[in-house]
Structures are given as C-alpha cells and as structure tokens.
T-cell receptor
C-alpha cells in the first residue's frame, strides 16, 4: 500500500496565479481531508470529502479555495488568484469507510507564493 | 466547540530526562484524543490514541476527563524523539489539532 500520495511536493506560484494540489488516498479509503499548516501554526482543518461529495467545508476560506474528489482520480485542492498569505504546507489525509478517526496523512505539498 | 490547547511552543530537555508534553482540550461530549508526531518535513504519524491505551516508542498518555487533559509522557528522552508533537481531538467534526509543541532533546 503506497500510502497517501500528494503532488506536487513543492509548488511556487506568482501572486494571482492558480495552484492545484493533488491527493490520492490510500487504497480502499473513501474519505479525504485537507489541512493547512501555516508557519508557526498548527494544522487547521479545511475540508472533508467523500467521492463526489463535500461532507464538511467549514474550514475552507469563503473565496478562492475549492476542493473536489471526483469519482475517478485524485482529490484536488484548488486555490485561485493566490496571495502571499496562501504560502503554507497543505496536508491531505484519508480514512477507510466507517473509520473517520483512523486517518493517515500524506507528506504534504509546500506552496510558496512569490 | 472543539478546541485543543498545547501551551508550550517549544520544550527542550536533556537526553535521559523525563518528558511531559501538555495538552488540554475543550469539548462538551465524549472525545477521542490522539497524539501525532511529525519529524522534520515528513508526514504526520499517529503516535497513540487514548482508547488503545498502548505505549509507543516509550510514550504514554492518559486521558484525564476531570482536568480535560491528555498529556504525553516519556520517562527517558532520546535524541531521536526530537520532533513536532500534535495533540488532536475527534468529537463531532474531523480531527481538530493543537498548535503543536516542538520537542528538542539535547545530547
């Protein structure tokens, strides 16, 4: 089992560009979570998805951020018109069906906005 | 609301000394508590969860509902324990994390 795979590991974007971060959950896992880790801060929950369904997006900024987990393919966290404050590590995690508390993290994607 | 507080941003101890990383939580229901560890720029790994009551890498944590705490302890720190440690709570939402404590074990 390859574990939760995230790519790219590092991404540099200029202000105003779009950033797309991808996450492939562990095999057999149907739930995906995105967390953001700002410098010197802890992990902040952003969004919780199942296939083709957003379960909880209470941690997502209201503008510019969106997430999807299509029937086929990885989950994608999309940030439009990036600003310097979006620079952070974005961690994806997944859990198996019926085990919401058993989550496994990916290695993270580091976004730098210049 | 669910909240996790880790009061220490940084904790430095000498090798062989005891370690206690503090964690307090706020939740009106019956929570499930976890400790995660993150070595330098690596993924977060589950260290232990209160319901399993097991010891991993010599670390233990006891849930104290009266004090709403879940402190992480180890009797003798090792250099390889140097890492970021996050306390997390699961209630009626996905895991909520504290801000983390960086443990530095000095040789």
């Amino acid at each position: 089992n390859a574990g939760v795979m995230q790519n790219p590991r590092h991404l540099v974007r200029r202000r105003g560009q779009e950033a797309r971060l991808r996450c492939s959950p562990m095999k057999g896992h149907s739930h995906v979570y995105w967390y953001r880790q700002l410098p010197e801060e802890g992990l902040k929950f952003m969004v919780y998805l199942q296939k083709e369904n957003i379960i909880d997006e209470s941690g997502m900024p209201k503008e510019r951020f969106s997430a999807e987990f299509p029937k086929e393919g990885p989950s994608i966290l999309r940030i439009q018109q990036v600003v310097r404050g979006d620079s952070a590590a974005y961690f994806c995690a997944s859990s198996p069906p019926g085990q919401r508390n058993t989550i496994y993290f990916g290695e993270g994607s580091w976004l730098t906005v210049v | 609301a669910q909240r996790v507080t880790q009061p220490e941003k940084l904790l430095s101890v000498f090798k062989g000394a005891p370690v206690e990383l503090k964690c307090n939580y706020s939740y009106s229901g019956s929570p499930e508590l976890f400790w995660y560890v993150q070595y330098s720029r690596q993924r977060l790994q589950l260290l232990l969860r209160h319901i399993s009551r097991e010891s991993i890498k010599g670390f233990t944590a006891d849930l104290n509902k009266g004090e709403t705490s879940f402190h992480l302890k180890k009797p003798f720190a090792q250099e390889e324990d140097s890492a970021m440690y996050y306390c997390a709570l699961s209630g009626n939402t996905p895991l909520v994390f504290g801000k983390g404590t960086r443990l530095s074990v000095i040789a």
